[in-house]
């Protein structure tokens, strides 16, 4: 099944503690992107990725950092967790980033609380 | 910066139509997607439009003014699970990144 997964689905954790959300796509899809969703605020874009090995600055990058060794796995990296990063965050990927219609598969969600 | 504002909430009846407005003010224009989302669950994709116009997909169409930072999404034959958060997301002058309304809540009510 085509799928965009994210682990864990839901954490709790202390002010600092660095963590890291995975998310994995079996669709071979070259681009995937990182956004959080808050209420009144709607999802904004952290960082996103073109390929592998090539990554960008979403519209809210502060405290979170990302990779992109391989093309299916683009996980997203808390190095000091602070509790206004507790969020709702999803992961999406799609075939291509650029013009087009290509639209964007979410993974489930991972929601993230920072006490 | 990208500025794209919907309703917060509409509510509607099964079988009626609904039209939900996305007006935005973005830096270039390269593209606008409707999403719905589910409470709970992950957004899936609707419709896309980049060019001025109606695009119809079964019960749903969206509708834009490219000149008028326009869009609309309509939802005719509503039904109890077209209850959900539709949101607006346009592509500007990076074709890389998308940024979203803050979504609009329908509520279909019996």
């Known amino acids: 099944e085509a799928q965009v997964t994210q682990n864990p689905r839901y954490l709790i954790t202390v002010t600092g503690k660095k963590l890291t959300v995975t998310c994995s796509q079996n669709m071979n899809h070259e681009y995937m992107s990182w956004y959080r969703q808050d209420p009144g605020l709607g999802l904004r874009q952290i960082y996103y990725s073109m390929n592998v090995e090539v990554t960008d600055k979403g519209d809210v990058p502060e ?29 999406a990927s799609s075939p291509r980033g650029g013009q087009g219609a290509y639209e964007q598969y979410f993974g489930p969600g991972t929601r993230l609380t920072v006490t | 910066g990208q500025n794209i504002d919907q309703p917060t909430e509409m509510t509607a009846t ?48 969206s509708f834009l003014s490219r000149s008028k930072g326009y869009s609309y999404l309509l939802l005719k034959e509503l039904q109890m699970k077209d209850s959900a958060s539709y949101l607006c997301a346009v592509r500007g002058d990076n074709d890389y990144k998308l940024s979203f309304g803050a979504g609009t809540t329908v509520t279909v009510r019996a």
Not at chain 2, 37 to 46: C, D, K, S, V
């Open chain 1, 63 to 91: 405290g979170y950092k990302v990779s992109r060794k391989e093309k299916r796995n683009f996980p997203l990296i808390l190095e000091s967790p602070s509790p206004n990063q507790t969020s709702l965050y999803f992961c």
């Open chain 2, 14 to 61: 099964e079988g009626a139509i609904v039209q939900i407005n996305c007006t935005y003010q973005t830096s270039g224009f390269n593209g606008l997607f409707w999403y719905q989302q589910h409470a709970g669950e992950a957004p899936t994709f609707l419709s896309y439009n980049v060019l001025d116009g109606l695009e119809e997909k079964g019960r749903f169409s």
